[in-house]
């Protein structure tokens, strides 16, 4: 198992004061039943891999100062515990925000419209979270175009079970029987998307260093699944 006090890294001031300053604005469905939990920032300011997402960087724009990486993490989506979801957003020499990229199912999107017209207060993207599964896009309507969108929410709900990344399977160990009750808490909560949207601000304690998130990550699926077993084996008794 890693060391966790190997791993954690406090988010640097200046870091921090940057994702701060053009952290995106976030609008969840009505009926979204899952927010946030924390945000793993990394900011790029020379060329490399993101450390937390297949993708690697070019500072090829003479102008671009910085690249800050939100790894975004809820507990669940709607099909299954662990969700990460990333926001790239790209910021000048002058500080103002250039571009932005955001993930949509294992890909990403740009999430900054070519007239900027989802640019908010001069310094945050606006982006829609698709409902219950949180893929981000500058038009909500969009999401309609997406396969099994509202199945997704509905008959769908809690289909995968347990999601494990290769990055941290070495400290996760997941059961048949934690697939199904994870599977079962997420039936209890399936809904219909309202299609109507709510800005989200994200709050400033849930910033964290990347490596910090992914020393936490483990730990919280290992606390979700552990309560999950709790209430699983109260009701046997019952």
């Known amino acids: 198992m890693m060391n966790r006090d190997v791993l954690v890294q406090p988010l640097a001031d200046a870091d921090r004061e940057l994702a701060e300053a053009v952290a995106p604005v976030l609008c969840f469905d009505r ?11 990394t900011v790029l300011r020379e060329a490399g891999p993101s450390p937390s997402f297949r993708r690697s960087f070019a500072f090829h724009d003479s102008q671009l100062a910085a690249i800050v990486e939100y790894a975004i993490y809820w ?15 790209y910021v000048g020499r002058d ?21 900027r017209r989802n640019l908010v207060e001069n310094r945050h993207v606006r982006l829609y ?20 969108f509202l199945e997704a929410c509905g008959v769908n709900a809690g289909l995968d079970g347990v999601t494990v990344p290769a990055m941290i399977q070495d400290r996760v160990k997941v059961g048949d029987s934690d697939h199904r009750l994870v599977r079962s808490y997420l039936q209890t909560l399936a809904f219909e998307p309202a299609m109507v949207f709510e800005e989200y601000r994200i709050p400033q304690e849930l910033l964290v260093s990347w490596p910090a998130l992914l020393a936490e990550i483990p730990e ?3 606390a979700e699944l552990e309560k999950l077993r709790k209430q699983d084996s109260m009701g046997d008794k019952e």
């Open 31 to 41: 009926a979204e039943p899952f927010y946030p939990v924390r945000v793993g920032v």
């Open 129 to 148: 979270s698709q409902p219950g599964k949180h893929a981000f896009l500058p038009d909500p309507g969009l999401f309609e175009l997406v396969p099994g």
């Open 220 to 222: 919280r699926l290992e």
């Open 75 to 89: 507990d669940y989506d709607i099909q299954h515990l662990y969700e990460l979801e990333h926001v790239w957003v």
């Open 95 to 115: 500080g103002q925000v250039l571009d932005c990229e955001a993930s949509f199912h294992g890909k990403f999107l740009r999430g900054l419209w070519q007239d």
